[in-house]
């Protein structure tokens, strides 16, 4: 089994990929954490290295590649921006999102940072990812028709999403 779960920052990602990995005793794959542990190790923000991403094609190519293959293994939850649109041959594709104001909060408790800075990030970052996909992979981020389940996490807590999602994968076996 093969689940990937995309969305927007702040949206709940890696929370629910985590929970249902766990659930379904699946492997669970990060992009956003992947991509965190390359800008530590650069010495760089995650705003400072999107920046460089959008220079610097490579890195996105070679991190997408990663998780893609490390996808192939099967058993797995694959949470990323890109993970719907990246992992052909995914049995669920979920779709994560928010109003901004609410993953705007996620992310200042999370990161302990001020709402007026984690705000311009955001926007920034989201900016990047999307001038980023498009020119390397012609893709559209908008673009929600890939996904099996879109939902919006603000309408209920982290456990509750995660069981809508569950309840999903029960009825793929």
Sequence with gaps: MIITISGLIGS??????KAIAKRF??????AGEAFRELAKERGLSL????RLAEKDKNIDIELD????ELAKAGNVV?????????????NLRVFLKAPLEVRVKRVCKREKKEYETVLREIIERERSEAKRYM?????????LEIYDI????????????????AAAIEKLK
């Design 12 to 17: 709940g990602k890696t929370t629910v990929a």
């Design 25 to 30: 005793n699946l492997r669970h794959i990060s």
């Design 47 to 50: 705003l400072e290295f999107s």
């Design 65 to 68: 590649k990663k998780i893609v």
């Design 78 to 90: 694959v949470d990323g921006r890109l993970s719907g649109w990246l992992i052909k041959d995914a």
């Design 135 to 143: 020119e390397i992979y012609g893709i559209n981020i908008k673009n």
């Design 150 to 165: 879109v939902l919006n996490t603000a309408l209920w807590q982290a456990k509750d999403v995660i069981e809508i999602i």
